[in-house]
């Protein structure tokens, strides 16, 4: 397992960006962000390959939000732009496996193996 700690959540309005950061300790072959709403379960909202090469959206965030990662340095990124209420919540970092249906890069929890602390983001109307 890797250590991952998460920072850059925050509270803002509704149209808003913030930008999420994780550091890792070691490799993974895949990372991913999840967010959990109080009283909600946790849903994914972004993974990425390791080297960039491929990506998922949640459709929920596809069009708002950007993944991203800086390889030599371990660090994963959420770039989130026109934020909505319905975003707000506990954003956590995650490192794993790469999990890939009809060529494409999805995102399952339970490939998942290593978990931040988590960073809160409030999005306020």
């Known amino acids: 397992q890797v250590q991952l700690v998460e920072s850059g959540g925050g509270s803002v309005q509704a149209g808003e960006s913030l930008r999420l950061s994780c550091v890792a300790s070691g490799y993974s072959q895949c990372m991913g962000w999840f967010r959990q709403a109080p009283g909600k379960g946790r849903e994914g909202v972004a993974s990425?390959?390791?080297?960039?090469?491929?990506?998922y959206y949640a459709d929920s965030v596809t069009g708002r939000f950007t993944i991203s990662q800086d390889s030599a340095k371990n660090s994963l990124f959420l770039h989130m732009n026109s934020l909505k209420p319905e975003d707000t919540g506990m954003y956590y970092c995650?490192?794993?496996?790469?999990?890939?249906?009809?060529?494409?890069?999805?995102?399952?929890?339970?490939?998942?193996?290593?978990w931040g602390q988590g960073t809160q983001v409030t999005v306020s109307s």
């Open positions: 995650a490192a794993g496996l790469c999990r890939w249906q009809s060529g494409k890069l999805i995102l399952e929890e339970s490939d998942y193996n290593s």
């Open positions: 990425i390959s390791t080297g960039g090469a491929k990506s």
